[in-house]
């Protein structure tokens, strides 16, 4: 391995998603989800450390040996933006590189349910996008930026650590910010944006109370606010919002959240039957009277037979996304039966949909 850059432009060229530089083993891509191994002699401790600090700038390289993590972006002509991650594993430096979209896709090749296309065009409310790491979750809320940067004469401020895609103006301002580079910490920068008669706010992902709690209140105020949180599924969004508040602010956030929440959509990535990439699999909620109605009473563990019974509104649940994707011959069997939440979904479900053709 020459360089990192060689490598990245190497991993683009495999439709790689992701790179991994570990001690002792030869760089990895992931490809389709899955660990591939490069044939290369294994990485010595030296060599990586040295790769690293290279990287780094005096800055970045005080504050990784004090937090023993970083997390920054590179952007090169020829390789692209990468998101670079470096920790510390048995003493060691270490790294794994995210490469980010060259460009922005539609929302048919993205496979984005249509009406989160819908919902981004609204004025104010929450928008949540949700799922593990590596889901797509960024790639949604890019798309969402371009498509508003593209329809609305408006001023759009991102908060992410760090930029992913860099966002030209089109027919919006659009002012990138990223964390600890031009702010302390997302609650601080969440708190300054809303002096920058901002008309949508992004953030990269709700982390802590504080984020949570001025996120909510911009959507109550008049904002359209797109934000990311790594939960797997609706109702452990719903649980995840109200449970970083202490007891007694609970029912006052569970009120804010039923007058603000706009949608919720949850990604997971599964590799397609032909082996060739992942598609898109999600659950989605939309906010209509009946859904706000059960977060005002607290009756979330409702919502999932609202998901079930809603699909003409545009909602639907995962298993039976996945369900969808399994008759389509889009998803093999396998991976549809390891997914479901409900196994016991498949052979019925497919049973019946057969029967109505």
């Not at 030296?46 to 990784?64: A, G, P, S």
């Not at 408006?154 to 895609?165: A, L, M, Q, S, Y």
Request: hydrophobic share 40%.
């Amino acid at each position: 391995m020459a360089n990192l850059l060689d490598l990245i432009r190497y991993s683009r060229s495999k439709d790689a998603s992701d790179i991994h530089l570990v001690v002792g083993l030869p760089p990895a891509m992931r490809i389709n989800g899955e660990i591939s191994m490069i044939k290369a002699n294994p990485l010595s401790p030296d060599l990586l450390k040295t790769l690293i600090y290279d990287l780094l700038t005096d800055v970045q390289k005080e504050h990784f040996e004090r937090e023993k993590e970083l997390c920054f972006s590179i952007d090169d002509d020829q390789s692209g933006r990468v998101r670079i991650t470096v920790y510390y594993h048995w003493g060691r430096p270490e790294l794994s590189v995210r490469l980010l979209p060259l460009e922005i896709s539609d929302a048919g090749s993205l496979g984005i349910p249509p009406v989160l296309t819908e919902k981004a065009r609204l004025q104010n409310g929450l928008i949540l996008i949700t799922g593990p790491t590596g889901m797509g979750k960024s790639t949604t809320l890019n798309y969402l930026v371009d498509q508003i940067n593209r329809e609305r004469r408006c001023k759009i401020v991102t908060i992410e650590d760090p930029v992913e895609f860099v966002h030209k103006p089109i027919k919006s301002i659009v002012i990138q910010q990223e964390v600890y580079l031009d702010a302390l910490s997302f609650p601080r920068a969440l708190v300054h944006v809303l002096r920058q008669n901002p008309d949508v706010i992004v953030i990269g992902e709700m982390r802590e109370l504080e984020t949570i709690s001025t996120a909510l209140t911009a959507a109550e105020t008049g904002h359209l606010v797109l934000a990311t949180l790594h939960t797997p599924n609706v109702m452990q969004t719903m649980e995840r919002v109200t449970s970083v508040f202490p007891p007694d602010q609970q029912k006052l956030v569970v009120l804010q959240l039923a007058n603000c929440l706009q949608c919720i959509v949850a990604q997971d990535l599964v590799p397609r039957a032909n082996r060739q990439g992942r598609v898109l699999a999600y659950e989605v909620l939309i906010a209509n009277a009946a859904v706000r109605t059960l977060i005002r009473d607290s009756k979330s563990h409702m919502l999932q037979n609202v998901l079930a019974t809603s699909r003409k509104e545009g909602m639907i649940s995962m298993d039976m996304c996945l369900l969808d994707l399994y008759q389509k011959a889009t998803i093999s069997y396998d991976t549809a039966l390891t997914r479901l939440r409900d196994p016991s979904l498949l052979t019925g479900g497919y049973r019946g949909a057969q029967e109505t053709e």
